[in-house]
């Protein structure tokens, strides 16, 4: 080896080294899964130098992979896509959970042309390795092309294996945390999230409100006559309505949105991004659903419930998170007032003296 090429493999070796350490740091140093992910691709592009790369997961309802990271020319096209387990080569490394290296994909069946079709990119070059965590494939990193579009070789694939090993650790690890924290968060009878979250989540959404200067609404909704239900069927049917409830009102919600049980037959909307239109669009789609809907028919009932929505948007109707809450609340039985299964706005805090308007709680 001439004196230039063993100061170039001198020159990579320290850098594996160095990128090795950072990512040992960051198993220590943070629990939050989209901190290790960037830190981890990162160093993948430092290092490594591919024309694209992304990492893939498994979606733990579906089953099938999508990009959770992708970067590179048409990246943003391949985030909206999914692939199952065993579909090109990255399915091929999930399912076998076997890394490969495809020097030319155009000699590689199990290339899957249409990624580059939706992307409008030219694969030549593949490096894949798969994420494994106590015996279990998280997911798959990806590289497509080297730098100027040379093929990978084999010293790539021992160090994408090598990080790999890393990022799995740490993905195991930040989603045991976020798992942790969502048992703390969320309510056990409907799956949703609980008052508590909503408390901090809506302090959290008015702080961006106030640096970005966009909108954030609050729909709080109450089940009429609730207590029917259970002077009828009994408790247990009260509580698998209302986890019914939960998933109706996530299902009408976008993915960014958040649905709260405040308690009881309370629920809370926090609709990020969003002003009184859109949020008096969304309220008035979910009291139709309600109109629509029939619960516990798998237990062979068919019954029929309704609700009360009021709306509020911060800065519109409120100057504060709390101040928000009792905009809504009191709009919520604004709507109780008018007759049960309506909708009703809040007052504009300039209109009204403390900001809210004050209306009567009547169930």
Not at 1 to 20: H, I, S
Not at 92 to 117: I, K, Q, Y
Not at 148 to 163: G, H, K, V, Y
Not at 234 to 253: I, P, R
Request: aromatic letters at 6%.
């Amino acid at each position: 080896m001439n004196p230039a090429d063993l100061l170039a493999a001198m020159t990579r070796t320290v850098e594996q080294l160095a990128a090795y350490n950072d990512i040992a740091k960051a198993l220590t140093s943070t629990l939050e899964l989209r901190e290790v992910l960037n830190l981890m691709m990162e160093k993948v592009r430092s290092l490594l130098r591919p024309r694209n790369w992304s990492l893939l997961l498994q979606d733990e309802r579906t089953g099938k992979l999508y990009f959770e990271i992708a970067v590179g020319e048409g990246a943003e096209v391949l985030k909206g896509l999914q692939l199952t387990p065993g579909e090109g080569i990255a399915g091929a490394v999930f399912s076998s959970g076997t890394a490969r290296l495809v020097e030319d994909v155009t000699r590689d069946p199990l290339f899957a042309a249409r990624f580059d079709e939706a992307s409008a990119f030219r694969t030549r070059s593949i490096v894949a390795v798969p994420l494994i965590a106590r015996g279990r494939v998280l997911g798959v990193i990806e590289l497509v092309n080297g730098a100027t579009d040379r093929p990978f070789t084999q010293e790539d694939l021992m160090a994408l294996t090598a990080i790999s090993d890393f990022a799995a650790i740490a993905i195991e690890n930040a989603r045991n945390f976020r798992r942790v924290q969502e048992l703390t968060i969320t309510d056990e009878h409907t799956g949703v999230y609980n008052a508590r979250h909503l408390r901090a989540q809506l302090e959290h959404e008015v702080r961006r409100s106030q640096r970005f200067h966009h909108p954030v609404s609050l729909i709080f909704l109450d089940l009429d006559r609730f207590k029917s239900i259970n002077d009828a069927h009994g408790h247990l049917v009260g509580s698998a309505v209302l986890k019914e409830v939960g998933e109706l009102l996530v299902s009408c919600c976008r993915q960014l949105d958040y649905v709260f049980r405040y308690g009881g037959d309370e629920f809370a909307l926090l609709l990020v991004e969003t002003g009184t239109d859109g949020a008096m669009t969304s309220a008035s789609r979910i009291r139709d659903t309600f109109r629509n809907r029939r619960f516990q028919e798998a237990a062979g009932l068919d019954l029929q419930l309704t609700a009360s929505l009021g709306v509020a948007t911060y800065p519109e109707h409120a100057l504060s998170s709390v101040d928000l809450v009792r905009a809504a609340d009191f709009a919520m039985y604004a709507a109780k007032a008018r007759g049960r299964d309506d909708v009703c706005v809040a007052v504009p805090h300039a209109d009204m003296p403390g900001g809210v308007a004050m209306m009567p709680r009547k169930k």
